[in-house]
Each structure stands twice: as structure tokens, then as C-alpha cells.
């Protein structure tokens, strides 16, 4: 039994020396830039990118080399510098960061110690923030977080792009069944046992979901295109008053970044000017353009335990997976995740990821909102900081589901929560629409 929990922690300590590597290369090719642009705010919506090096750094400091290894606090001056609640985004670029070698260097220092503590540290004791490698886990999925925010950023960013990627692989089979419908009946939702899970998506619990009816894909780009000709920005029955309200004041016509050429929707991605493609996810709406939508199309936005339930219940089991297609992690034929591409794929792609129901894309692609506020699950229990979570809850944030392109594999599964306000274009989110099933 001992060789067999050594040979367990061994294969945790690997596998976070691999996450931390592999989130540290994509961070270094997000912040592979001249000083200026590291430097200059993009938008008053997002931090510096430089902002973000630095507090990946100190986040990896505070938790890992002083609360785990109990180390002296190497730059305690600059805590308050990079401390997210104390500083909104738009006053950051007037604070005294550290300037770009500066933060490379502090990161890079930090990430050495860290490494250093990771080979000595026991991952299989009693302390909860070690069971499992837990605190490492929690900082890598950080670090891509903030990997994920930095993309943003570079959406944002005018100019030439700097980053490329090849584009999705053509996997869509079709034709497919407009929707599916998922049968009334409980199921387990969040999860008492995925050891990196954070406190939002814990403790799992039996939830009873009313049969109803749910896309097999994402809505796509075409399908909106066709809510915008219809004059869906311009008629308020199918918005609620508060978002009616912004769409007029925020002058709302479209998803973020398109505009008109003619009768043709173009797009800017990444510093490039192109042609809406039809048969993708429609991206970079809020939760009003997407309720609205789904007004227009005489359905609704599901909530978030039928989304869940659609993307875990195993029903022949009766049992909730880890992902959609299963427990085994995500791979490039399961889900497109990771920034390995700059764009969602096509609706209808990655059949081998589907679910016990046969819904397409749920996990990757785009973020998809929900209908659901977020709100704490019966017995939460904040850890092990109240920040994470709890201070967010509440009815001003919308629950959003499934991770997209951007958001690695280390922070995406079946039970991760992702908030934001109703509001926000900036993420990579779409949507996909839902109805209740007919009775009897």
C-alpha cells in the first residue's frame, strides 16, 4: 500500500510540474511583447498586460511560497500593488508596477523556488491544502486564468495582431437533430471528489431537473445573423427592461467586434479584419444579447443545473462523468480547449465529445451562458479564502458553463463555474438555447 500511495504522489508531482510548465509557456508567449504594449492599457476593461505578469508571480509567492513553505515574503512592498480587490482595472496602469524586465524576473524567480518546494513538499498528508497537490493545482489553474484574461486583452489590443494559431480541424458531422431532449429526473451536481475543484463547485448534491429540450450545438453565427435582420436589436419584447436599457444606452447592434461591409458581417479577430464565418458559435455577446435571442427564437436560456445535467448525467449509469464524453481528460479530438486554435470550430464538431445525450461542443469552443444567477450550492463552504466566491454571489452575476478556445483544460470541467456580469462582450462567450418539454 505504501509503494502504491508513493507511486500516486509521485504522478501528482508530476503532473503539476507539467501544468506549471505548460502554463508558464503560454504566458510567456501572451507577454512576448515590446514594452509599450506591455505597458499601455488596451482597454479600460482589463488590466496592463504587465499587471498580469506580476500578479501571476505574487499570487504564486503568497499561496505556494509562503503559506505552503512558510518562506519570508521576498517583495512585500508590492502585495498591495497586485492585489485584484484592492485596485480596480482602469487605476491600474497609474500605479508604480513593475516595469516589464522587472516582472519577468520576479516570476521567474518565484516560479524557481516554487519548483524547488514542489520536489520536497508531501502532497499526501493531513493538511487539506496539500491533499493532492491541492494548493499547486489552484495556482495553476490561476495562472491560466489570467492567461485566458491576457488573450482578452489582446482582442482588445488595435493594431497588428501578435499572436497566430492554425484553425480548428474540420470534425462536424452532420445533419444533426436541431435539439435534444433530456428527460425529467435527478442527478449529481458539483462534485465532492475532483481533487482541484474549487469551493463554488462543491459539495455535490441531488438536483431534480424537469424534462426539457436543449440545442445540440452552440447557436451559431448564421442563426443570429438572422435574429439581427429580424430586427432583434431594435424591438423590446424580447429584451428584459434592463436589458433594453443597456442595449440603448451601450448603442448595441451586434456581437462585439462585428461590423457591416455592404449586405456582408465582418469580424475583427486578433488584429485581422474577415468575413463572419456562418458556421460558427456566435461569440462575444452578453447574457442580454443571448436572453434576448432566445426570446426572439420562442425559447430560453437553460439553467445551469440542466446544463449541467446535459453535459455529466450518464443516464444508463445513472451517474455524473467528469466531462461529456466521460472521466478521461479533454484531448485535441474531444474539445477544442487551450488556446491551440484562435476561433471556436464549427457547430456540430467533435463528435467523440459529445454527451450520454448527444449534445455537441458543451465543453470548449465558447463560454455559454446560462440562466441561473450565481448563487452558493446547499452546505458551500468558502475555502480556503472568502474571496474566490462568495463575495460574488449574488443576482448581479450570470453563471457561465463549459469553458471555450481559451480556457485550458486545467480549469475546464463538468462541474467549473465561471461568473460575470450580464453585461460583458469581452469573453469568449456564446450561447446555446433551451425549452421546456411538452407534458404527458
Known amino acids: 500500500m505504501l509503494n502504491t500511495d508513493h507511486r500516486e504522489t509521485e504522478t501528482v508531482r508530476e503532473r503539476i510540474a507539467t501544468e506549471l510548465l505548460t502554463a508558464r509557456e503560454r504566458t510567456a508567449g501572451l507577454t512576448a511583447l515590446d514594452d509599450h504594449d506591455l505597458t499601455a492599457q488596451h482597454s479600460p476593461l482589463m488590466s496592463p498586460l504587465v499587471w498580469d505578469l506580476a500578479h501571476i508571480g505574487n499570487q504564486e509567492e503568497l499561496w505556494l511560497l509562503r503559506n505552503v513553505g512558510g518562506r519570508e515574503p521576498m517583495r512585500p512592498e508590492i502585495d498591495p500593488l497586485y492585489d485584484a480587490f484592492e485596485h480596480p482595472r482602469a487605476e491600474r496602469p497609474r500605479l508604480p508596477l513593475l516595469p516589464p524586465a522587472e516582472a519577468r524576473a520576479y516570476a521567474h524567480e518565484v516560479r524557481g523556488r516554487v519548483l524547488d518546494l514542489l520536489a520536497a513538499t508531501p502532497l499526501d498528508g493531513e493538511v487539506p491544502l496539500l491533499r493532492d497537490g491541492f494548493a499547486f493545482g489552484m495556482i495553476v489553474q490561476h495562472e491560466q486564468q489570467h492567461d485566458e484574461t491576457m488573450l482578452i486583452t489582446h482582442q482588445l489590443r488595435k493594431g497588428q495582431g501578435a499572436l497566430t494559431a492554425p484553425p480548428p480541424p474540420v470534425t462536424a458531422t452532420g445533419p444533426l437533430p436541431a435539439e435534444v431532449l433530456v428527460p425529467a429526473g435527478p442527478f449529481t451536481m458539483g462534485t465532492d471528489t475532483e481533487p482541484w475543484s474549487l469551493d463554488n463547485e462543491r459539495p455535490a448534491h441531488r438536483v431534480e431537473v424537469p424534462a426539457f429540450h436543449l440545442d445540440t450545438t452552440p447557436v451559431s453565427n448564421g442563426a443570429y445573423q438572422r435574429f439581427i435582420a429580424d430586427g432583434g436589436y431594435d424591438d423590446p419584447r424580447w429584451w428584459t427592461a434592463e436589458g433594453w436599457a443597456h442595449r440603448q444606452q451601450a448603442g448595441l447592434f451586434a456581437p462585439l467586434y462585428w461590423q457591416r461591409d455592404g449586405s456582408e458581417w465582418l469580424r475583427r479577430r486578433f488584429g485581422a479584419l ?167
Open 274 to 440: 474577415e468575413p463572419v464565418p456562418a458556421d460558427e458559435p456566435v461569440l462575444h455577446v452578453g447574457w442580454y444579447e443571448a436572453d434576448a435571442y432566445a426570446r426572439w427564437a420562442g425559447r430560453r436560456l437553460p439553467t445551469e443545473a440542466e446544463w449541467e445535467k446535459a453535459a455529466r448525467h450518464d443516464p444508463a449509469a445513472d451517474r455524473s462523468r467528469r466531462y461529456p464524453w466521460g472521466d478521461r481528460e479533454p484531448t485535441a479530438e474531444l474539445a477544442n480547449l487551450g488556446q491551440h486554435h484562435l476561433q471556436p470550430a464549427p457547430v456540430g464538431s467533435y463528435p467523440e465529445g459529445e454527451s450520454a445525450y448527444g449534445v455537441r461542443q458543451l465543453m470548449g469552443d465558447v463560454w455559454e451562458w446560462t440562466a441561473s444567477d450565481f448563487t452558493p450550492y446547499p452546505g458551500f463552504r468558502a475555502w480556503p479564502y472568502q474571496e474566490y466566491s462568495e463575495v460574488f454571489f449574488g443576482p448581479e452575476y450570470k453563471v457561465l458553463r463549459g469553458g471555450c478556445f481559451a480556457a485550458a483544460p486545467v480549469a475546464s470541467r463538468g462541474t467549473f463555474r465561471n461568473w460575470d456580469y450580464p453585461i460583458r462582450r469581452q469573453i469568449f462567450a456564446g450561447f446555446r438555447t433551451a425549452r421546456d418539454a411538452e407534458a404527458g
